[in-house]
């Protein structure tokens, strides 16, 4: 029993000192669904209409906070959880916190932080120079995807601005014993920005976590501009890639390249463009357009024995086509209507559902909390 008292009064002091400390909590979130037909979501190449994770933003919610230290040192915290909408499960079944668990400090130098994170080369590409910011659809987003791989665990990441520069840096742990290489990450990105006009670019290096000489080796360039109520974005990227993630990354979820990632030790070469508008039509009117190319060398599949064995497939091409229109019925919630197209050809073939060329379209709401 005195055990007992003594922790709720321990537990009391902490929560006093927290209130003095100027603490704060933020729970917040999104929830995006939609309704998506698509001309081809099987390997025979069938159309299907179905209930999905949004387009626009996938479904996440989150817990944020600071605690002033003094002397404008902070505290931060990040706790945010990926959701499917359409079915209320985990988007990774395997991780609780699947999108953001870190927790740093924050102040006159920049922010340093430690734990799952984004890398900084999506950073810069997803949050800053994709026209879509990587939302819509798994087929349509995967350019800025598969170039960055989007986050890593057990990362020391360090973000700063110097008048109109910012920077990131990033280090992932490989965890890999007897091993400082495998398994390990750098990441880093530039970005200056003057008025209108915003410039930047990345780069990163991911080792396999089986042998050190292989390794995912992305660059990117990327460009913005306002005019008026238009924004327009262009970018390139090029991806080396060993370790074979790079292929399952780009098939998207109905593909067999989904399926069966890379061969690892065998380099698939990438070199990508894009370029995009956005246009504040009013002030409850937004509308985007979207286009993206990608080139491939040396496409193959890791199969098991049981489906054949590996296979080199060569090269290919690949585009995409999006629209996107979207309504603000208030400041938290909007509607919205999407199209696109895909088309893969030669080698690039296996990363889209059955066909070539698939069409799809979608309607849907959004509400942010």
């Known amino acids: 029993m005195k055990k007992y008292s003594m922790l709720l009064a321990a537990a009391a002091g902490l929560s006093s000192a927290g209130a003095m400390a100027q603490t704060s909590v933020v729970v917040y979130g999104i929830v995006d669904t939609s309704l998506r037909y698509v001309s081809s979501d099987s390997a025979a190449g069938k159309s299907n209409f179905r209930m999905d994770n949004g387009a626009i933003s996938n479904s996440r919610w989150g817990l944020k906070g600071t ?22 499960s985990q988007s990774d079944s395997s991780s609780l916190f699947n999108r953001h668990a870190y927790v740093g400090l924050s102040g006159s130098f920049g922010q340093f932080t430690v734990g799952r994170q984004q890398t900084t080369f999506f950073d810069l590409m997803g949050d800053h120079f994709d026209p879509l910011t990587v939302g819509n659809y798994d087929m349509n987003s995967w350019l800025p995807a598969g170039a960055s791989l989007i986050r890593s665990s057990n990362m020391l990441k360090y973000y700063g601005t110097f008048g109109g520069f910012s920077a990131g840096l990033g280090y992932a742990l490989g965890e890999q014993a007897g091993s400082m290489r495998r398994g390990s990450q750098i990441s880093s990105s530039l970005q200056y920005t003057a008025g209108a006009l915003s410039f930047g670019g990345a780069a990163q290096q991911t080792v396999s976590a089986l042998n050190s000489d292989w390794k995912d080796t992305a660059y990117n360039l990327s460009a913005s501009y306002a005019v008026g109520a238009a924004k327009l974005f262009a970018g390139y990227y090029r991806i080396r890639d060993r370790t074979g993630t ?30 995009g ?46 629209g996107l229109a979207e309504y603000a019925l208030s400041k938290r919630t909007q509607i919205y209507g999407t199209i696109d197209y895909n088309n893969a050809r030669d080698a690039a073939q296996v990363e889209l559902a ?10 849907g709401v959004r509400h942010i909390f």
């Open 67 to 88: 605690e002033d230290l003094g002397g404008g040192l902070k505290a931060i915290f990040r706790l945010e959880n990926g959701f499917n909408g359409d079915t209320g």
């Open 246 to 275: 790079t292929t399952a990354f780009f098939g998207g979820s109905n593909s067999e390249a989904a399926a069966f990632a890379g061969i690892p030790g065998s380099e698939r070469k990438d070199d990508g463009y894009f370029v």
């Open 277 to 322: 508008a956005t246009f504040q039509a009013t002030p409850a009117w937004a509308l985007t357009a979207a286009g993206y190319y990608d080139r491939s060398r040396n496409i193959s599949l890791n199969r098991s024995a049981s489906d054949g064995g590996p296979v080199f497939l060569g090269d290919g091409k690949r585009y995409a086509i999006v």
């Open 354 to 363: 059955g066909r070539k060329n698939i069409i799809g379209a979608g309607v």
